[in-house]
Each structure stands twice: as C-alpha cells, then as structure tokens.
C-alpha cells in the first residue's frame, strides 16, 4: 500500500490530503482521493489503466478534494477502462454534478465511470481484494445541524476492511466515536490504518490495547499531536505497551 497523503483536514505545507493506494498482485485500488494526490500518483510510474476501482469513504474535501482533477489525468492519459468509483449512495449524484461542473462530461472523458453505491454489509470484490463498507459517526454532528437545510448532502461516511491473499487490513478515514473501530477490530486485521485526529486518544489507545491488531500505521494526525517533535511517539509507546505502530508519512510504502 503506497500512502499518497497522510494528512489531517487543515492546510499543511509538508502533508498531502487523505489518499492511498492499495496494491494486491494485479489489483490496484485507490480509497480517497485528497488534495495532491494526482502528483504522487503519477510520480510512482502506475498506468493509469491499472487502477481497477476507487473508493470514496465519505464527502470533506480532504478526502475528495483530488477526484476530480485524478479524472482529468485519467482524460488525458486516454484511459479507456471503464472505472467503478466507489461513494456513499448521496455523494454519487454530487460527484456526477460536480465531474460536469468542471467540464469532465461522460461524453468528453473517454471511458465509462461506473457508479457504484457503498452498502454496509454488502462484500464488494474488486479483483484480488474483497472490501467491506461499515458505516461511522463522523458527519453524524454535522447532518444534526444542517440536514434539515441539506437534504441532498451526503453526511454518510464509512471505514473499510480489505482481505485478500491471506491477510486483512482495516482503514478508518474519519471516524466519530471510538466505537466505530470495533467492526474493523473484530476483523483482527493484521494491519490498521488508523486516523490520529477526530476522536480523544486515550480512549482510543485503550480500545486498540485490548483488541490489538496485528500492527497499526497512525494516519491523519492532528496537528497539534506533532507540535514537538517525538512527543506523540513517546506518549503512544507508553500507552500503547507491545502494540507495534508507526506514524506514517506521505510517500510510505507499507507491505501487510
């Protein structure tokens, strides 16, 4: 898994925006797409043929704020593969609206982008890798405020967990609470990608030190958690215990 951008939702000079690339023997899936990462994405060298779906967890702009510009590289590498694009049921008619507001029309693109609902439960395999949607809290606060004015907006938001070739990694996006790591957790992945920035870390330290996953990789850090440097790290060894973790960077290539 190639790590396209790590970073939180406020603007940073030395992070990229939520994106990563999953890769399983030929299977190439992209989940998020944040602000930057069409330039790493072409720095690795990939086709753009051999992206074989993209999944979206959920509608903040540090997480979508690069799709439309990673279409238009797609445009204008003459991709011809039909894309499945991934995205919570409400987001799809936005993404369609917004793919034509800035001039990428189905006509004019070249291939077919296949619209493809998030349905919590429902197993969705793209090649080697099977991928399960569950549901968070994240936008739950936010849809208490302005759905009512909204109703077209997408306040949905999901964590995944992906299998395939013997192994199981969970990836939270943006969660609300910290109950939303338990369906990931009870998948006891071997690896989880874990956002640092949305939820108090004790508790959440104190959940993954009772149902430690194999190893965790701590994305989407708050930027007040790497004001000193070390500082994190240290407090996440003491309460962590034996838990393996690392602090992930934009660039990181993590094998599972």
């Avoid at 940073?12 to 299977?27: I, N, Q």
């Avoid at 917004?98 to 189905?106: G, N, S």
């Avoid at 194999?214 to 989407?220: M, S």
Wanted: some cysteine; overall charge negative; charged content about 20%.
């Amino acid at each position: 898994m190639i790590c396209f951008g790590v970073g939180e939702g406020w603007p940073s000079e030395d992070r990229r925006h939520a994106s990563f690339l999953y890769r399983v023997g030929r299977t190439h899936v992209l989940l998020d797409c944040g602000d930057g990462m069409s330039g790493a994405f072409k720095a690795t060298g990939i086709e753009y043929d051999d992206v074989d779906a993209v999944f979206l967890s959920h509608m903040h702009s540090d997480h979508v704020g690069g799709f439309s510009m990673f279409v238009q590289s797609l445009w204008l590498q003459q991709r011809r593969r039909p894309l499945p694009v991934y995205a919570a049921p409400k987001a799809i008619a936005a993404l369609k609206a917004w793919l034509d507001a800035v001039v990428l029309p189905a006509e004019l693109i070249g291939f077919v982008i296949e619209w493809r609902p998030l349905v919590a439960g429902v197993p969705m395999t793209v090649g080697d890798l099977v991928i399960h949607a569950h549901p968070t809290r994240h936008l739950v606060s936010l849809e208490r405020s302005f759905g009512a004015r909204y109703p077209q907006t997408s306040f949905e938001a999901f964590s995944f967990v992906l299998e395939g070739n013997g192994f199981r990694v969970g990836h939270t996006a943006d969660i609300g609470e910290v109950r939303d790591l338990e369906p990931l957790l009870k998948a006891r992945p071997d690896l989880l990608i874990c956002e640092l920035s949305h939820v108090d870390p004790e508790p959440l330290c104190a959940v993954l030190r009772a149902s430690p996953p194999g190893r965790i990789a701590f994305v989407h850090v708050a930027r007040e958690h790497l004001e000193v440097p070390g500082r994190v790290e240290a407090w996440l060894r003491e309460t962590l215990g034996p838990v393996p973790f690392m602090l992930a960077r934009d660039g990181d290539v993590l094998s599972f």
